[in-house]
């Protein structure tokens, strides 16, 4: 306590320690420009410090002490040569602080310096309430000047006068300032990015140069030097930076990049980046390779602890959370199995990366939905979202994209190139080469993964504390490390109950007919033995399930809560047309059927409307054929109606006989009875007295 060079706060005054004992202590105050050295008994200095007037504080002038001169400059003299004059008298403790005793070692230091009385008290002063010590003595040419502060106006012109550009020039008041910025704002602060000669032009018309401009007209007006000079002083690069590039793209490219993505995770399956991208290659069709069909999608899932990728996605979907769903569901499968659909041999030690993360981060528009809610609960996995245009959140799989299409390059046709296609003569068409098939395409991706993970040197890995040295910098040796001597953060659920989970979901209605969803009909032996298909059944009509959009001859029932259980259901014999399709294909059909649907009733109102027309005609002449003058009443004119009934059938008969010639033959027949003139009667009998006659009656 109270060493030599400590700095004390008493009430408003600052006091710096010079020297003490047990007994006394000398001091300084390093505000005043008049002071000297002061001493006070010890015991003064710990009781105002023990009732809290008197605290320690910190060295105001520490960087002048700090702060050494440049060799052979200035301001190095000027401290050699005071530092000379008062070495001695200063090192004199600690009878330099008696004003006695100063006055012989004053002398001395006048005599050996030739320095004025004055002269060596100011260096004395600075030395004690600088610091004590020879930096203090420096020449302080930063307080020569006024920086920072704008100079006084006067009528003549600031600044060093022209020598070749003729005329004086102005200065730059308030007015010019005012133009300045304006122009700044509107030209040079924004993301239009426009040249600074443009911004001055605007500052020149602003002031008042006439139109058309002549040089003359140039002379007296604010110079594109002061202008810099404004822009440059007034705004920061930083400012300039995050308004000429706009705020997005300044997080995106600009911002200082401190860390790195590998140090939020502690281990594999920590987190996930998953990301998709349009392949730079175009493919043809595995049914015909003279059909060009575009280029596919690619989705990568990779882990961020050991840069391994962990699941993957090519196929000619567009980005989005059903091609999404289908690289997340991909982590979870055996990747032998995988590669075998692809006729490629592995073993489960070439890709062994199986299992969901604590976190995916991934794009908004694809990780979002029911199924991130399935993910986050029944999963629990956390999902974290970018931000639009900020691609950098996921920098590592985004850079994989470039880095697996780089390897491909060399070994496939119709890979796209920065020309512009048919913009120059004689310009190749890439998508005239093409040669890959999708699952051609598929297969390289793969090869090209398993390389990845199992050869690749990561060059710009940022290691964990805990890492070994020794330990190689590749995808698959750091997944294996992390599995073994990390936190566990992966999680290995079924890849049925997680493909499931991931599928839309929908609700499907029960009828007679069995489950219909998209106008198909499914069944499955529960829904039989629970009576769902009954005519009396009156449970609930409405049952959620899940559907796979590669596939309709199947759904899956969710009957509760719970993600680990479904029911399969099957495709209905009566909706056998749809088998084999994909979902897009239904609803494809779907649509079809309602265009003809459509057609379909306008024709048959068409035609109800020509049928009630009709009707209304036969009906309007019925009417018209009834008699006029009735001479029945009511009652006569239904009495009778069995026997006129009789009575109109026989006339129905007879007119139906009458209009068939019975004397008719074929040309090539002969009769055999051409003398009998009277053919036997072969009417139907009327009435009973007519079938009891005989046949002589008949004759």
């Known amino acids: 306590m109270f060493m030599s060079n400590d700095v004390y706060q008493l009430s408003s005054k600052r006091l710096r320690v010079l020297w003490s004992n047990p007994e006394v202590i000398f001091y300084i105050d390093i505000d005043s420009d008049r002071a000297l050295p002061e001493y006070a008994p010890r015991g003064e200095f710990e009781h105002l410090m023990a009732k809290g007037e008197l605290e320690i504080i910190e060295d105001p002038h520490i960087n002048i002490s700090m702060t050494f001169p440049a060799s052979g400059s200035k301001s190095e003299d000027i401290q050699n040569r005071a530092w000379g004059a008062i070495e001695d008298a200063v090192n004199a403790e600690p009878n330099i602080y008696v004003r006695k005793q100063r006055g012989q070692l004053l002398t001395q230091a006048m005599e050996k310096s030739g320095a004025t009385k ?164 175009y493919l043809v069709s595995a049914d015909d390779r003279n059909k060009v069909i575009g280029r596919p999608t690619m989705y990568f899932v990779v882990d961020v602890f050991s840069r391994a990728i962990v699941g993957m996605y090519m196929g000619l979907e567009n980005a989005s959370w059903v091609s999404a769903m289908e690289a997340l569901s991909n982590t979870v499968l055996d990747k032998v199995e995988y590669c075998k659909q692809f006729d490629i041999e592995i073993t489960k030690e070439m890709w062994p990366t199986v299992g969901l993360p604590e976190t995916i981060i991934g794009d908004r528009g694809e990780i979002l939905g029911r199924h991130i809610e399935v993910l986050s609960k029944a999963f629990n996995v956390d999902i974290e979202n970018t931000p639009p245009y900020r691609a950098d959140w996921k920098g590592i799989v985004e850079r994989y994209f470039k880095t697996v299409q780089v390897k491909m390059k060399p070994f496939v046709e119709g890979y796209v190139t920065k020309e512009a296609i048919g913009k120059k003569r004689h310009g190749k068409d890439y998508r005239q080469d093409s040669t890959l098939t999708l699952k051609e395409f598929t297969q390289m991706m793969i090869k090209i993964v398993i390389f990845y993970n199992n050869e690749h040197t990561l060059s710009e890995y940022d290691p964990d504390k805990g890492l070994p040295n020794d330990l190689p910098y590749n995808p698959l040796d750091l997944w294996e490390w992390g599995i073994q001597y990390r936190t566990g953060r992966l999680r290995r659920p079924s890849s049925d109950i997680v493909k499931v989970n991931l599928l839309p979901h929908t609700e499907a209605t029960v009828t007679e007919k069995g489950l219909k969803l998209f106008n198909c009909y499914y069944t499955c032996k529960e829904a039989l033995d629970w009576g769902w298909f009954e005519g009396n059944y009156n449970g609930a009509k409405k049952v959620t399930i899940a559907y796979d959009l590669y596939s309709a001859n199947v759904i899956y029932l969710r009957l509760n809560d719970n993600y680990a259980t479904f029911i399969t259901a099957a495709l209905a014999p009566r909706s056998r047309a749809y088998q084999d399709l994909t979902m897009w294909e239904v609803w494809q059909r779907n649509d079809i059927n309602a265009d003809v649907a459509a057609t379909s009733r306008l024709k048959s109102r068409s035609g109800s409307v020509n049928l009630v027309n009709d009707l209304e005609t036969i009906a309007a002449r019925s009417k018209a054929a009834q008699p006029i003058n009735k001479a029945l009443t009511k009652s006569e004119k239904v009495t009778g109606i069995r026997e006129n009934k009789r009575l109109e059938r026989q006339q129905e008969r007879i007119k139906k006989y009458e209009n068939q010639d019975v004397n008719q033959q074929p040309d090539n027949v002969t009769s055999l009875h051409s003398d009998r003139l009277n053919p036997k009667s072969y009417k139907l009998p009327t009435s009973l007295k007519d079938i009891l006659k005989s046949d002589s009656d008949d004759e």
Not at 134 to 153: E, H, I, S, V
Not at 189 to 201: G, I, K, M, T, V
Not at 208 to 226: F, I, S, Y
Request: glycine share 8%; with cysteine; hydrophobic share 30%.
């Open 118 to 281: 004055q002269t060596i008290y100011r260096w004395f002063r600075r030395y004690w309430q600088l610091g004590q010590c020879k930096n203090t003595l420096n020449g302080q040419y930063n307080r020569c000047g006024g920086l920072g502060k704008t100079k006084k106006k006067s009528g003549k012109k600031l600044g060093a006068p022209r020598t070749r550009t003729p005329g004086d020039g102005v200065n730059v008041d308030d007015n010019i300032k005012a133009i300045f910025r304006v122009a700044i704002e509107k030209c040079l602060l924004n993301e239009s990015q426009y040249e600074f000669d443009y911004a001055y032009n605007q500052v020149l018309i602003a002031f008042g140069v006439p139109l058309p401009c002549k040089p003359e007209h140039l002379l007296d007006v604010p110079t594109a030097r002061q202008f810099r000079y404004f822009y440059n002083k007034e705004y920061s690069p930083l400012e300039v930076t995050r308004k000429r590039k706009g705020e997005i793209n300044y997080q995106k490219d600009y911002r200082p990049v401190l860390s790195s993505s590998t140090t939020e995770v502690s281990g594999p399956g920590s987190r996930y980046q998953i990301d998709a991208t349009i392949a730079d290659v």
